[in-house]
C-alpha cells in the first residue's frame, strides 16, 4: 500500500519561495505521475502540476512562470517549489499519486493516493 | 482555476438518494474519463470514482459515476451521516492550456 508523506516551511513573508517535498513509499516510482494541488481555506481544489517518473514536468499555466516540480527517484520523494509567494497563495498543499494514460484519445487521470497535506501561510 | 461547474450544495434525509452534477466542455469531460473524490472535514480528498464509472476496491456501492456529453454525475444511495463531506470532480482538459482541472465542489449534508 503506497503512502505519501509530505513536509515543508509552514509561514513565510511575500516573496519568499515556499519547498514542499514529498516522500513516496511502498510503491513504484516510474510509473505514475506526481502532482501537487493545492486549496485555499474555504475554497476547491487547484491543479498546480506534476512531475512523471522519466522527470518530466508539466504545470498549471497560471503559475508556469513561478513554479517547479522535480524529482529524486533515488530517495522516493519529489518536491515543489513556488517563487515569489504572495498572500494568494496561502492554501492547503496536498502531494497526490496520478495515473495518467489514453486510449483511443481518450485521457485518464485521477489521484489514487494522497498526503497529509500542509498548510503554507504567507503573511508579512 | 475551477473550469468544471458543480452544484454547490446539497442535502438530504439518511437513506435517501442525493445526485451531483458535473459541467465541462468538450475539451475536457466531453472527451475524456472523469474521477470523483471525497473529503472529509481537515482531511485529504479520497479517491471515490475514477475512469467516469469505476470504484476502487474498498468503495461501497452505494457510489456511482455517471456521464453523458459534457456532464458527470456522482449518484450517492442509502444517504449515511457519514457521507456528509465535500465532493469533488476531476479530469484531464486537454485545451491549449492542457492540464488537471477540478470542480467548484459541492457540499453534501445529511438532513
Keep these: 500500500q503506497v503512502q505519501l508523506q509530505q513536509w515543508g516551511t509552514g509561514l513565510l513573508k511575500p516573496s519568499e519561495a515556499l519547498s514542499l517535498t514529498c516522500a513516496v513509499s511502498g510503491g513504484s516510482f516510474t510509473d505514475y505521475y506526481w502532482t501537487w494541488i493545492r486549496q485555499p481555506p474555504g475554497k476547491g481544489?487547484?491543479?498546480?502540476?506534476?512531475?512523471?517518473?522519466?522527470?518530466?514536468?508539466k504545470y498549471n499555466t497560471t503559475l508556469k512562470s513561478r513554479v517547479a516540480i522535480s524529482l529524486d527517484?533515488?530517495?522516493?520523494h519529489f518536491s515543489?517549489?513556488?517563487?515569489s509567494v504572495t498572500a494568494a497563495d496561502t492554501a492547503v498543499?496536498?502531494?497526490?499519486?496520478?495515473?495518467?494514460?489514453?486510449?483511443?484519445s481518450r485521457w485518464r487521470y485521477?489521484?489514487?493516493?494522497?498526503?497529509?497535506?500542509?498548510l503554507v501561510s504567507v503573511s508579512s | 482555476?475551477?473550469?468544471?461547474?458543480?452544484?454547490?450544495?446539497?442535502?438530504a434525509a439518511p437513506g435517501q438518494r442525493v445526485t451531483i452534477s458535473c459541467s465541462g466542455t468538450s475539451s475536457n469531460i466531453g472527451n475524456n474519463y472523469v474521477s470523483w473524490y471525497q473529503q472529509l472535514p481537515g482531511t485529504?480528498?479520497?479517491?471515490?470514482?475514477?475512469?467516469?464509472?469505476?470504484?476502487?476496491?474498498?468503495?461501497?456501492?452505494?457510489?456511482?459515476?455517471?456521464?453523458?456529453?459534457?456532464?458527470?454525475?456522482?449518484?450517492?444511495?442509502g444517504l449515511q451521516t457519514g457521507d456528509e463531506a465535500d465532493y469533488y470532480c476531476g479530469t484531464w482538459d486537454s485545451s491549449v492550456t492542457s492540464g488537471g482541472v477540478f470542480g467548484t465542489g459541492t457540499r453534501v449534508t445529511v438532513l
Design chain 2, 44 to 77: 485529504a480528498p479520497k479517491l471515490l470514482i475514477y475512469d467516469d464509472d469505476d470504484r476502487p476496491s474498498g468503495i461501497p456501492d452505494r457510489f456511482s459515476g455517471s456521464k453523458s456529453g459534457t456532464s458527470a454525475t456522482l449518484d450517492i444511495t
Design chain 1, 73 to 76: 527517484a533515488s530517495r522516493s
Design chain 1, 45 to 57: 481544489l487547484e491543479w498546480i502540476g506534476y512531475v512523471d517518473g522519466r522527470g518530466v514536468s
Design chain 1, 110 to 118: 485521477y489521484f489514487d493516493s494522497w498526503g497529509q497535506g500542509t
Design chain 1, 80 to 83: 515543489l517549489d513556488l517563487y
Design chain 2, 1 to 11: 482555476q475551477s473550469v468544471l461547474t458543480q452544484p454547490p450544495s446539497v442535502s
Design chain 1, 93 to 104: 498543499y496536498f502531494c497526490a499519486r496520478g495515473r495518467k494514460y489514453s486510449s483511443s
